[in-house]
């Protein structure tokens, strides 16, 4: 099972600024339940594509909605930035123990 979406990346401040683009509820919903055996400390293991770059990452669940963090070196391999519109594939990957 597989998530598609386009999604802005937003800028979360923290200690660092982190990036991120958020699932629709709806679509967070659906993951969640699927996910269910993933599931861990609220994460869910996925593989993401977004554009030519494919990572694997943790996505957390924020007001109602997962986010997907895009690490420095995906948006400077798909030149993209806060404020941009980007095309998401989300995949539930299997936890590694």
Same mark, same amino acid.
């Given at each position: 099972m597989e998530w598609s979406f386009d999604g802005e990346i937003i %800028? &979360? @401040?923290?200690? =660092?600024?982190? $990036? $991120? /683009? =958020?699932?629709? %509820?709806s679509d967070s919903a659906d993951l969640k339940e699927a996910a269910q055996s993933l599931i861990y &400390?609220?994460? #869910? !293991? /996925? @593989? #993401? #594509? /977004?554009? %030519?770059? %494919? $990572?694997?990452? =943790?996505?957390? !669940?924020?007001?109602?909605r997962y986010l997907v963090p895009l690490k420095d070196a995906v948006r400077k391999a798909e030149d993209i930035g806060e404020g941009d519109i980007v095309s998401v594939v989300v995949t539930p990957a299997r936890r590694r123990d």
């Open positions: %800028e &979360w @401040r923290g200690p =660092a600024p982190y $990036f $991120f /683009v =958020a699932m629709s %509820e &400390w609220g994460q #869910v !293991p /996925v @593989r #993401v #594509v /977004v554009g %030519e770059t %494919e $990572f694997s990452t =943790a996505i957390f !669940p924020k007001d109602g």
